[in-house]
C-alpha cells in the first residue's frame, strides 16, 4: 500500500545532540513537508520541498535543516541551535489528488 | 498572506448533541482549497473533506456537514448527533492551489463528547 512512513514513532535525545527524523513516501508525489505541532499551537511549517534538490523554508525553520536528495526521502535534521526542539513532527507529502500525512514522530529533548 | 483562524480552542458536547466547529479565512488568491482533518489522540491526521473556492455548495456526509460561504469567508464544520468516537482535535486548513504548496493551518478546535 502507498504512504508515508515516519520513523521512529517516538524519539528521546539529550540536550545539545543533533537528531534526524526520517520521512519516505511511496506514493510518486513530488511534494513534500515537514510540521511541527505544539500544544495549541496548530500545525507550523518548517520546510517544504516541491522537487528534488530544492527546498524552501516555511514559518519556523530556524534551528532546522532538510535535504532532499531522492523524490521519495525528505529527512529532518533538529540541531542543537533549535531552541526547544520538544514537539510532535509531521511529514506529509502531495500532488493535485491531494495531501498525505505520515502518523508522526514524538521528540523529547532531555 | 494566508491566514485561518479557529476561535473556538475547545468545545465540550453531550452525546447525541449537535456541534459547529467555526473556520475563518484569509487569502488574497481567487483560487485556493479547503480542507478539514481530524486528529484523534494517537496523533495522524484523518482527511475529512476538500473544497474549492469555486464549488460554495454545502456538503454533507453522514453525521457530518461542511457549510462553505465566501461572502463571509467561512468554512464551518457541523456534526449531528455527536459520539464519544468524534473526540479528537479538528483542524481548519486552507492552501492556494492543491497540489504542491504548503497546507496552512488552523490551530485546530479540541471536540470532547462526554457520554
Known sequence: ?110 | AQKVTQAQTEISVVEKEDVTLDCVYETRDTTYYLFWYKQPPSGELVFLIRRNSFDEQNEISGRYSWNFQKSTSSFNFTITASQVVDSAVYFCALSWVSGNTPLVFGKGTRLSVIA
Not at chain 1, 87 to 95: D, G, I
Open chain 1, 1 to 110: 500500500d502507498g504512504g508515508i512512513t515516519q520513523s521512529p514513532k517516538y524519539l528521546f535525545r539529550k540536550e545539545g545532540q543533533n537528531v534526524t527524523l526520517s520521512c519516505e513516501q511511496n506514493l510518486n508525489h513530488d511534494a513534500m513537508y515537514w510540521y511541527r505541532q505544539d500544544p495549541g499551537q496548530g500545525l507550523r511549517l518548517i520546510y517544504y520541498s516541491q522537487i528534488v534538490n530544492d527546498f524552501q523554508k516555511g514559518d519556523i525553520a530556524e534551528g532546522y535543516s532538510v535535504s532532499r536528495e531522492k523524490k521519495e526521502s525528505f529527512p529532518l535534521t533538529v540541531t542543537s541551535a533549535q531552541k526547544n526542539p520538544t514537539a510532535f513532527y509531521l511529514c506529509a507529502s502531495s500532488m493535485r489528488d491531494g495531501y498525505t500525512f505520515g502518523s508522526g514522530t514524538r521528540l523529547t529533548v532531555v
